[in-house]
């Protein structure tokens, strides 16, 4: 039987992620700020992919624009000079694309951070209103 390497890859990243979402139900339940180490630590992720994005494109703008471009019948072609901090707006529209993308994994670790925080903190009110009962 020959298994595709495309459907390990993408089970081992399921079980990856799964892994990742426990541990921060594991740290949630823990406490406030352990539970918000992972969600931020995506952040300052997405963050880097973003900056890193934006400057691998500065770096090839500059290497663009200062290329001599000639057509086929000998003409040279000079190329659109990049706009904001040197960028195109495609450019910055990529890397904006790449922050959302990464940042779902981060809602992911938010929202399993608040639910987890609100079943504690109901836990915890229950508990309270048992010994004040008795």
């Known amino acids: 039987m ?21 541990l921060e ?6 406490g406030k700020k352990q539970g918000l180490v992972l969600p931020f ?23 663009v624009v200062n290329r001599i471009i000639t057509s086929p019948d000998g003409t040279v072609i000079t190329p659109e000079p990049p706009g904001l901090f040197g960028l195109y707006s495609g450019d910055i529209l990529q890397a904006l694309l790449y ?11 938010f929202a399993a951070y608040f639910i987890c925080r609100h079943v504690q903190r109901r836990w915890q009110a229950l508990e309270r209103m048992r010994v004040r009962d008795l």
């Open 41 to 63: 630590a995506s952040l300052g992720l997405s963050a880097v992919i973003f900056a890193c994005t934006l400057a691998f494109a500065y770096i090839g703008n500059s290497i």
């Open 99 to 109: 922050f959302l993308l990464c940042n779902a994994f981060t809602a992911i670790l």
């Open 25 to 30: 139900v594991f740290l949630s339940k823990k």
């Open 2 to 22: 020959h298994v595709d390497n495309g459907v390990v890859i993408v089970l081992a990243m399921f079980v990856l992620f799964t892994g990742i979402v426990a």
